[in-house]
């Protein structure tokens, strides 16, 4: 086989990859990583399933590698690492595909994977990810069937949340605790007024209730989400914001912590603080909101929006969080199109340079996460 995957880290987001990928992809698949147990996990999960390699190093890993082959890596280790995944990427010639949602580190990945010689697309996943592609389909349908004149406002936002919520937190994680840390913590980028500006995560003149099916939730901005569709819609809209949605409650309970610890505001703090009350919890559904209201050449105000859930479902025997399914399905419909040439420009390509269309109509995507069936409303000024 000429395409080869390459899953770097193989915990819950890179087994569940391997398992869609063996669904919808004819490609020789390899794991990487640097724990036995978690190789012999997947290895017994895995058995007798053909084109599929488990390595414990590097140097395993490229012995057996096919000459001239179509490499992809996906990277499913924390974003403190992405950078140097990232440039073994580069020095293998391989595509390298990101699904971190830290920001200096993929400034970071920028630069080093600029003049790479294979096409390589950073913050892929759910969120960063696929609502920065859905927000952009939204933009894109404005265009070209309402006579786009000026963006009032994209909001983008997402959250992962428990079936059950219990006090005080509200929470449980199906996420990375560190990656949640991270973008409560980490400054982010927004577009006000019209200009892309930083502000501090959880900043509470972001935050927002609304309702969804029903159910009263809160959101606020966070870090990360935006991906780089702030700055490619900063000069057309007033507004461009990715929030976190959350059960009522849970960021005041977060702000009280971190105030607690406001001497030393780093990502690991929190996340030390944020374990010692929350419990994993991987029976949780995906809560997909964005919003897009514009202007008409005619000076109507009109808004296209979306909401969508997810939940977790048995494949193949085993149960795969809302989380999981929706962030690895992304990620792969990206390395399908990588291995199909729909995305071929060589260096660095980003969310807002991804094709909605090809993207959200593909196979693997409307699989988990269904039919779009974006709304028009004549929004009041």
């Known amino acids: 086989m000429k395409d080869i995957l390459i899953i770097y880290g193989g915990g819950n987001i890179g087994s569940c990859i391997l398992q869609l990928a063996k669904e919808f992809l004819s490609c020789k ?41 179509t490499k992809v890596i996906v990277d499913c280790t924390p974003g403190v690492n992405s950078v140097n995944v990232a440039s073994y990427a580069k020095a293998i010639n391989a595509s390298y595909v990101s699904l971190t949602e830290h920001v200096k580190e993929t400034k970071e990945i920028e630069t080093i994977l600029e003049d790479s010689n294979c096409p390589n697309v950073l913050q892929t ?22 006579h786009f004149k000026r963006g009032k406002e994209l909001k983008m936002m997402v959250g992962a949340l428990p079936q059950y ?4 937190h509200f929470y449980g994680f199906s996420w990375s605790p ?8 980490e400054d982010l980028e927004e577009v006000i007024s019209g200009s892309l500006k930083n502000r501090k995560g959880l900043d509470f003149d972001s935050y927002e209730n609304f309702y969804s099916n029903g159910c009263e939730y809160e959101a606020i901005s966070t870090s990360g989400g935006i991906a780089s569709v702030g ?10 914001s990715y929030k976190t949605i959350r059960n009522v409650g849970h960021f005041e309970w977060v702000q009280n912590l971190i105030e607690k610890n406001s001497k030393n ?36 105000l009109i ?27 992304a990620a792969l419909e990206i390395v399908r199109e990588i ?28 699989e988990i996460y269904g039919e779009l069936k974006i709304c028009k409303n004549y929004a009041e000024n």
């Open 303 to 329: 808004r296209l929006s979306e909401s969508l859930k997810i939940e977790g479902k048995t494949i193949k025997g085993k149960y795969l969080s809302g989380i999981q399914l929706t962030t690895s399905s």
């Open 231 to 240: 700055k490619r819609l900063e000069k057309e809209f007033d507004f461009v």
């Open 125 to 146: 996943g759910l969120a960063p990810g696929y609502v920065n592609v859905l927000g952009m389909r939204l933009y894109q349908k404005a265009k070209e069937e309402y």
């Open 29 to 69: 698949a390899f794991v990487l990583d640097s724990s036995e147990e978690r190789l012999l996990t997947l290895s017994k999960q895995f058995k007798g399933v053909e084109n599929i390699e488990f390595c414990i190093s590097k140097s395993e890993l490229e012995s057996k590698l096919i000459p001239n082959s």
């Open 265 to 300: 505001k780093q990502p690991s703090v929190l996340e030390n603080e944020l374990k010692k009350h929350i419990a994993i919890d991987n029976n949780d559904y995906v809560l997909i909101e964005v919003n897009l209201s514009f202007q008409t050449r005619s000076n109507e």
């Open 165 to 168: 919520s219990p006090k005080p």
């Open 339 to 366: 291995f199909e040439g729909k995305i071929n420009k060589k260096g660095v390509v980003l969310q807002d340079q991804i094709n909605p269309k090809i993207f959200l109509q593909s196979k693997i995507i409307k």
């Open 178 to 185: 560190i990656g949640v840390a991270t973008e409560y913590i």
